[in-house]
């Protein structure tokens, strides 16, 4: 899967590029059933400059399915906790758009069976 990082309102750290990285290669088993055509967004940012404390940590992920996208956003007081909650959010969708395609080619199969 090709993931393209983007952080607005702040620096993307070599330390969170790498955090976000794998953290979305942990994905890769769940898409490649679909191929290379899978593609990701993430961006991450700062929701307020001028604020230090509370909810000011935004993180949205965007997968590119065949058929459907997978889309999540969250918002916390610490980046990595806004991104994992995003992460596990598209991982949901992910698992089930699979069971929704799974179940829609049995269908499809037990047609042509029955013939």
């Given at each position: 899967?090709?993931?393209?990082?983007?952080?607005?309102?702040?620096?993307?750290?070599?330390?969170?590029?790498?955090?976000?990285?794998?953290?979305?290669?942990?994905?890769?088993p769940k898409v490649e059933r679909f191929g290379d055509?899978?593609?990701?967004?993430?961006?991450?940012?700062k929701t307020t400059v001028h604020h230090r404390k509370?909810?000011?940590?935004?993180a949205e992920i965007i997968i590119k399915l065949p058929?459907?996208?997978?889309?999540?956003?969250?918002?916390?007081?610490?980046?990595?906790?806004?991104?994992?909650?995003?992460?596990?959010?598209?991982?949901?969708?992910?698992?089930?758009?699979?069971?929704?395609?799974?179940?829609?080619?049995?269908?499809?199969?037990?047609?042509?069976?029955?013939?």
């Open positions: 899967m090709k993931t393209s990082i983007k952080a607005s309102g702040m620096k993307l750290t070599d330390a969170m590029r790498s955090v976000i990285e794998e953290k979305m290669s942990l994905l890769d055509v899978v593609k990701a967004r993430v961006e991450v940012c509370g909810d000011v940590f935004h058929g459907k996208d997978a889309c999540a956003e969250a918002t916390s007081d610490d980046l990595y906790k806004a991104f994992g909650e995003a992460k596990k959010e598209v991982a949901r969708q992910i698992a089930v758009s699979k069971n929704v395609h799974i179940d829609k080619r049995k269908a499809k199969h037990e047609k042509t069976a029955k013939r």
